[in-house]
């Protein structure tokens, strides 16, 4: 180590040396090999003596076959740069006696002799906290990554495709269809149930989650994340158009005889001639049902505990909480009446049942993670709490049109909506959404990992738009009818319930 010392101490003079006003012939004198391990004295800067040092460890950096070696007598005797001369002959001195050197940092003006800077680098391998008791550092883990830590990414994005299901929305028998002359009512052995009367909007829907987030420290101990879900929207449509060979009936329960009955889309009787006095419609019928869903949340995440190695940690989340689910049902008439004992009348008649449920709360939860080298395991339970806004607005009409007039007249209500549910009505619930995620994850390299779960939630107090249409109608509310109007029937009442939600993921995740 002192000879490295001695080399680089002297191989500085020399460059000083002849920076400083060159080196002059006969200014130094070598000394001979035999002396090389005792101890001269020299002037050196004309007023201290120093011991010289082994000339065989003086290297010349002259190439002139006569150039002189300059020697520790050499060094303090130019004219320019004496002080720092002084300082690393003083240096060299001390190295060569064993002692360490005593004058590293001068009063001159001229700057020190430095190593070059070392670039600042990320260091983890503190995170550990175990030091080198672990038998399977985390370093090993990474080392086919050639990175100590692949998870010391600060910012980190996630994208998923989704393929989720949502629980399907209950609805009444909402159409019916029957052979020529019957009436479809319920109940009838020859009724054929075309829509309602179970669940719809019972298909895959398919999503995207993006979530990402962003460590304060490179061990991982604080950070904040956020994401979004959005599910594609779920249609549903059924339709019949029919001139009265088959029967199209729309169902209902009479409010004032208790009894089922219906409102024909398409009737013909068994014996067409005469139609007058059959009620002969011919006509079409279309339902439509959609469904959205939405959620997004932030939250700060604080890591509760990890392993020697970091290959396992446990983290809490807590944060807010935003969902929203939106369902429509809307049912739509085309009917011309085919009676000729009737005017010739056309009929657009309209019913539609909107319902929003909108939840804001806190949100806390765990999450597990597991590494095996290029696997990985995360498992999330969370549990948010909060409100859940529930709207629902119902209307409907209907316009009859006089065919040999062209005249039309519009009036509140169709068929299961009528002046004594047609309205918006709201209301605030507290609710709570429960949710699990289990993802598998392999690691293809040290920024990208693949990753595949499933998820489930379940959102405990929601309405529904299939749940807000009463099928009981009080048939003195359609136009041209009159009578008591009590019951007042169709009604609204909130119906809530809970909906479940659940599919499987397929993402990548990037850190950088």
């Known amino acids: 180590m002192h000879s490295l010392k001695i080399r680089q101490l002297l191989s500085s003079a020399l460059v000083t040396a002849f920076i400083g006003g060159g080196v002059t012939a006969g200014a130094a ?13 020299a002037s050196v800067a004309g007023s201290q003596e120093k011991p010289s040092a082994p000339a065989f460890l003086v290297t010349s950096m002259l190439t002139e076959e006569n150039a002189p070696i300059p020697t520790l007598a050499s060094i303090g005797n ?4 004496t002080a720092s001369k002084n300082v690393l002959a003083s240096n060299l001195q001390d190295i060569v006696a064993g002692e360490s050197p005593s004058d590293l940092e001068s009063d001159s003006t001229e700057m020190p002799l430095m190593a070059p800077p070392v670039m600042p680098s990320l260091d983890c391998t503190a995170c550990d906290d175990c030091n080198d008791n ?23 994005l996630e994208l998923d495709l989704l393929g989720w299901w949502v629980q399907p929305m209950d609805t009444p028998v909402l159409a019916t269809r029957a052979p020529r002359g019957s009436t479809g009512a319920l109940g009838n052995a020859d009724t054929t149930i075309q829509y309602g009367g179970k669940g719809i909007l019972d298909d895959i829907r398919l999503g995207l989650r993006v979530r990402g987030g962003f460590w304060f420290d490179c061990c991982r101990t604080h950070g904040i994340e956020a994401d979004y879900i959005g599910l594609s929207e779920e249609n549903d449509k059924h339709g019949a158009v029919s001139g009265g060979l088959d029967t199209f009936s729309r169902p209902y329960i009479d409010a004032i005889t208790n009894t089922n009955n219906v409102e024909f889309v398409a009737f013909l009787p068994t014996a067409p001639n005469p139609l007058a006095g059959s009620g002969a419609i011919a006509g079409g019928l279309l339902i439509r049902a959609e469904s959205n ?83 990985s395991f995360t498992g999330i339970l969370k549990m948010a709490l909060g409100n859940t806004r529930q709207q629902v607005d119902i ?16 009036t509140a209500g169709g068929l299961l909506t009528q002046p004594s549910n047609i309205g918006s009505y709201q209301r605030d619930r507290f609710a709570i959404i429960p949710a699990c995620e289990f993802q598998l994850g392999y690691r293809v390299n040290c920024n990208l990992k693949a990753n595949i779960g499933y998820n489930f939630m379940y959102w405990s107090d929601v ?8 099928p009981v109608v009080n048939t003195n509310f359609l136009p041209g009818a ?31």
């Not at 004198?29 to 004295?41: G, I, L």
């Not at 130019?78 to 740069?81: A, F, I, K, L, W």
């Not at 309405?463 to 009463?470: E, K, L, S, W, Y």
């Open 29 to 41: 004198e070598v000394t001979p090999f035999k002396d090389t391990m005792s101890r001269d004295t």
């Open 78 to 81: 130019e004219e320019t740069g």
């Open 134 to 156: 672990c038998r399977k550092k985390r370093s090993r883990n990474f080392s086919f990554l050639n990175r100590h830590d692949c998870n010391v990414a600060l910012p980190w």
């Open 293 to 375: 869903f939405s959620m997004a949340g932030a939250r700060f995440v604080r890591n509760l505990r990890k392993s020697c190695c970091g290959s396992r940690r446990l983290d809490a989340l807590v944060g807010y909480r935003y969902a929203s689910l939106d369902d429509r049902v809307t049912i739509g008439e085309d009917l011309t009446s085919i009676d000729p004992s009737l005017p010739a009348t056309h009929f657009d008649i309209v019913d539609d049942f909107q319902s929003s449920n909108t939840f804001h709360g806190a949100d806390i939860g765990l999450r597990l993670e597991k590494e095996m080298r290029r696997w």
């Open 395 to 410: 209307n409907g009409q209907t316009v009859t049109t006089d065919m040999a007039s062209g005249t039309g007249t519009t």
């Open 463 to 470: 309405t529904r738009a299939g749940t807000a249409i009463d």
């Open 482 to 512: 009159s009578g008591p109007t009590i019951p007042a029937r169709p009604a609204f009442a909130f119906d809530s319930h809970g909906v479940w939600l659940q599919g499987l993921d397929l993402g990548l995740e990037w850190c950088w």
